[in-house]
């Protein structure tokens, strides 16, 4: 079973419309970095389960009834009476996406560690808002130190919203902390090079690899997706055609869809992988990646959806 921890909220995405004085209306998505990831891997057919806090409000109801359509267990869901986090979207010329975050007082950043996962657990991923606010940050954590210990194939992918790192310099130590316990870094090459403080991407994605992690994933937009071992780049795909309405949950997608492809195989050592493994499993996320672009909002695809023909 693929474990995802973090954050569930609700994007309020710019509507088609416009209103007076050039204003698009904003729509409720729901979402959250470990959301959409917990949501593609349910989707992709395997076993998922998410971790977090949520609130018992009418999006914290939402949320939940959209885990369970899309096959996620919800028994590891802690509730709480506080409000969901929300984050209002801007959209470039580009379609990419741009956040404000809403977060004080917020459900999902009160969780609290539950002890050891279940023994189905496999994998367990983390990352954004998460590994970010306290005090939940510091439980995640806990969590994905105890459970690299176990074994499990621990993966982590930053998402960084600067805006939210009130200590740029103390965030990217800790970061540097957890590389020791994370079998798998997937990130794109802006937050790689912001976590590096400008260096260049596949240059920073080295010294990770030096410092511990397994192997590094990384994503360059149009340009396709990377993977990077201690042995150097085993794999770099092209990104899969797509038309595109907006990028809001394309890595998450990568992420899940990556760890998809893991557990149908019973991967739990990335790093091992040959080149012709890495080109697949990229090549895959590739694929699920494009068709969430191809629709507004975060909404991953089903199996059916990658089968499905043009």
């Known amino acids: 079973m693929i474990v995802v921890g973090g954050e569930a909220l609700v994007d309020l995405v710019p509507g088609e419309s416009n209103l007076d004085g050039g204003l698009r209306p904003l729509l409720p998505r729901l979402g959250g970095g470990p959301y959409n990831v917990a949501l593609a891997a349910g989707r992709l057919g395997v076993p998922a389960a998410f971790l977090s806090r949520v609130s018992t409000d009418r999006f914290g109801e939402a949320l939940i009834a959209r885990l369970r359509a899309s096959q996620v267990d919800t028994t590891l869901v802690q509730r709480g009476d506080e409000p969901t986090t929300l984050a209002v979207v801007a959209l470039d010329e580009t379609g990419s996406a741009h956040y404000t975050f809403y977060t004080e007082g917020t459900a999902d950043r009160l969780f ?21 606010l306290e005090p939940g940050a510091s439980a995640y954590e806990s969590l ?17 919203r600067s805006a939210l790192i009130a200590d740029p310099a103390a965030y990217r130590a800790r970061f540097a902390s957890w590389l020791p316990h994370v079998r798998l870094l997937k990130l794109s090459v ?7 403080d400008g260096a260049d991407a596949v240059t920073a994605a080295r010294s990770w690899l030096d410092a511990g992690a397994g192997a590094v994933v990384l994503t360059h937009g149009a340009d396709g997706l990377s993977a990077h071992t201690r042995e150097g780049e085993p794999a770099r795909v092209p990104s899969a055609p797509a038309r595109l309405v907006d990028t809001i949950g394309a890595g998450d997608t990568v992420q899940g869809a990556l760890l998809a492809w893991f557990a149908k195989r019973d991967v739990l050592d990335p790093a091992a992988l040959d080149a012709a493994g890495w080109t697949e499993a990229l090549t895959y996320a590739a694929r699920a990646a494009a068709v969430t672009v191809s629709r507004s909002g975060a909404e991953p695809p089903t199996e059916a959806d990658l089968d499905a023909p043009g």
């Open 144 to 160: 994905l130190r105890r459970e690299s210990e176990r074994g499990l194939l621990t993966a982590l992918d930053p998402n960084i």
């Open 190 to 196: 802006e937050d790689a090079e912001w976590l590096a």
């Open 112 to 132: 609290t560690d539950p002890g050891p996962l279940p023994e189905s657990a496999r994998v367990l991923s983390l990352g954004t808002l998460g590994m970010v």
